[in-house]
Structures are given as C-alpha cells and as structure tokens.
C-alpha cells in the first residue's frame, strides 16, 4: 500500500482546509486509517483514526467537533475535514493505514505500517 496525501496550505486562524491520503496498491478497504501530526520540534500526535467500514471513528481530545475523518472505499481514499482552524493546528499532517484490530489502539502510530508523505498544514493567527 502507497498513500499519498494532499490538500495542506496556509490558511487563517478560523479558515478551514480538507486533506485527502490516495491509497494505491491493496484494496484499501482491508485497512483502517489514520491521521497523525507532528509539529516542529514536537513529536507525532494522533489526531483521527476511521474503522474499515467508516462506522467507527476516534478523534483527539484537541479536535473534537473540528475535524472529522471520513473515508470513501470506491475510491480507496481517507479524508480529513478541518474547521475552525488554529494556529496550534500547524504542522506536518501524516496519514497511515493499518490491517491491525481497529481499537484505541488506533491512537499509537506503532500500529501503522504504512505511512503518506505528509501535507504541511501553516495556520496564521
């Protein structure tokens, strides 16, 4: 599985971006997904996780009711809608994908065996 992630970009405090990780290779289906961030000298953070079927979802505590992941299996790709955006938001956005059990443990990035590029996300005050 390769992904790909777009759609990250400068945006002001309160603007609002949608990220898209492209899976080619396997059938997406078969893995569920993940968001994670890593801010300049900070280490990588969970921010959403999405079960196979899109029924079940995660979200980071400094998120909620901001972001929301979605997924379209057709087209093998994950998405994550950011609204409401701050300037805390800023930094590298990674998506990654797993066959593991979907569970909390979902929040480590030790889960994930395959990772996108990332899509620098810059969120002026």
């Known amino acids: 599985v390769q992904l790909q992630a777009s759609g990250g970009g400068l945006v002001q405090a309160g603007g609002s971006l949608r990220l898209s990780c492209v899976s080619s290779g396997r059938a997406f289906a078969n893995y569920y997904a993940g968001w994670f961030r890593q801010a300049p000298g900070k280490e990588r953070e969970f921010v959403a996780a999405?079960?196979?079927?899109?029924?079940?979802?995660y979200y980071a505590d400094s998120v909620k009711g901001r972001f929301t992941i979605s997924r379209d299996n057709a087209k093998d790709t994950v998405y994550l809608q950011m609204n409401s955006l701050k300037p805390e938001d800023t930094a590298v956005y990674y998506c990654a994908a797993s066959l593991g059990v979907f569970s909390k443990s979902a929040w480590s990035p030790r889960n994930y065996v395959y990772w996108g590029q990332g899509t620098l996300v810059t969120v002026s005050s």
């Open positions: 999405i079960n196979r079927s899109a029924g079940g979802t």
